[in-house]
């Protein structure tokens, strides 16, 4: 089975407590719907530094920075995308992008 990187963009936690616990809820129940196939179930991500061709430095992710990341197998990339439209990051407004991995000999 393949490998994909669920790379989250956007989105966000409420502030209300009961908000919070509902969202976490959501992301529980996701989770253990994919059940196995859950490689990583990754981590929200903090500040980023772009790093550019010809070395310079800058602060952000450009323009749609990764706020956070999930690693999953897959039977397909559809299998792949039908896991992340149940995604609940997309119900805060964020998006996914969906990108097979390739194991490097």
């Known amino acids: ?3 994909y990187l669920l ?3 956007g989105g966000g936690m409420p502030e209300d407590p009961a908000e919070v616990a509902a969202v976490m809820e959501r992301w529980v129940a996701w989770y253990t719907s994919l059940g196995a196939a859950v ?3 990754g981590n929200p991500i903090g500040g980023a530094m772009t790093v550019a061709p010809d070395g310079s430095v800058s602060a ?3 323009v749609n920075p990764v706020s ?3 690693l999953i197998e897959a039977e ?3 299998a792949a995308v039908a896991a ?3 995604n ?3 119900g805060a407004g964020g998006s996914i992008e969906v990108a097979e991995t390739f194991e490097m000999a």
């Open 84 to 86: 992340a439209q149940r």
């Open 60 to 62: 952000g992710g450009g």
């Open 7 to 9: 790379a989250y963009h």
């Open 76 to 78: 397909s990339m559809d």
């Open 39 to 41: 490689v990583d179930p």
């Open 68 to 70: 956070g990341y999930t």
């Open 1 to 3: 089975m393949a490998k």
């Open 88 to 90: 609940p990051l997309l």
